[in-house]
């Protein structure tokens, strides 16, 4: 017995036999490392992906979405690999999801993520509305998206004589909407204005929406160059109620007078009967 143990003292205290040791064990390391490598590279994940192609800001449902093996080296920090992580989100506002394509994290955002996202959120029926303005006429950019905004209707009115001469020039000031929701504020490049509010920047148009009817009015309104005619939006506190009123006309007198100059269509014949 003290031989034997002799023995193994020897054969392992000697140099050579330390070192052949030493190489079979790290190869034996090495050789099982690399089949735990390659056995999770090729191990299949389950992964969704697009059924059909997805434009720029739509809203990914869960009928646009399969699921497919792919080999795990596939599946890297950029791939989504959860189908609840894309359901419900939107493509982004830069991407088109391809038919057959993974989803990659860049290209699924939130929907407040999106950068048009605040302007997605208006009634069915509803018409957007781009205002110009400027550093004036938003209380020194005091209107935010949220904001509540009245809409008045300047207008020069000149009145004619039977010989063609004016004979009176007046100016009509009234209230044309109430409860009009603001839903974004662009500068002159189409940036929201309050993106970065460490910048300062000039605000250049109010988006709203309005009904069909009250957009035809607006658009009219606009080009009233002949009267000179002005779109004044005025904040008012209508975002602090619990419940904001809808949007309604205030004067029927401002939208005769807008008809009246202006050429009628059907559809405001369809609008004055209801």
């Known amino acids: 017995m003290n031989n034997l143990i ?14 052949v040791v030493g190489v079979i064990l790290a190869i034996v390391v090495l050789y099982i490392g690399y089949n735990m490598r390659i056995n999770q590279a090729i191990t299949p994940v389950t992964v969704p992906y697009a059924l059909e192609e997805i434009n720029p800001s739509t809203q990914i449902t869960e009928d646009m979405v399969g699921t497919k093996e792919i080999p795990s080296a596939m599946a890297d920090d950029t791939i989504i690999t959860n189908s609840a992580d894309v359901i419900d989100m939107y493509a982004n506002g830069d991407s088109v999801i391809p038919e057959g394509s993974l989803f990659y994290k860049r290209s699924v955002v939130t929907r407040d993520q999106l950068p048009d996202s605040i302007i997605l959120d208006y009634p069915k029926g509803y018409v957007l509305y781009n205002l110009s303005v400027d550093m004036a006429s938003t209380y020194s950019n005091s209107i935010y998206p949220g904001n509540y905004i009245d809409i008045y209707l300047k207008v020069q009115n000149a009145e004619s004589n039977e010989s063609g001469t004016v004979s009176e020039d007046r100016i009509m000031v009234g209230k044309l909407l109430s409860n009009v929701k603001v839903l974004a504020v662009f500068d002159s490049s189409g940036n929201n204005v309050f993106a970065n509010l460490d910048e300062k920047t000039v605000p250049s148009q109010i988006i709203f929406a309005v009904p069909e009817e009250y957009h035809i009015l607006l658009r009219k309104a606009e080009y009233l160059r002949a009267y000179e005619s002005e779109i004044i939006p005025v904040p008012t506190a209508e975002s602090l109620e619990d419940e904001p009123g809808d949007v309604t006309l205030s004067s029927e007198d ?21």
């Open 6 to 19: 002799v023995g193994v003292k020897k054969f392992f205290t000697n140099k050579n036999t330390v070192t």
């Open 254 to 274: 401002l939208k005769n007078f807008i008809n009246n100059v202006t050429a009628m269509t059907e559809e405001d014949l369809s609008y004055t009967q209801q």
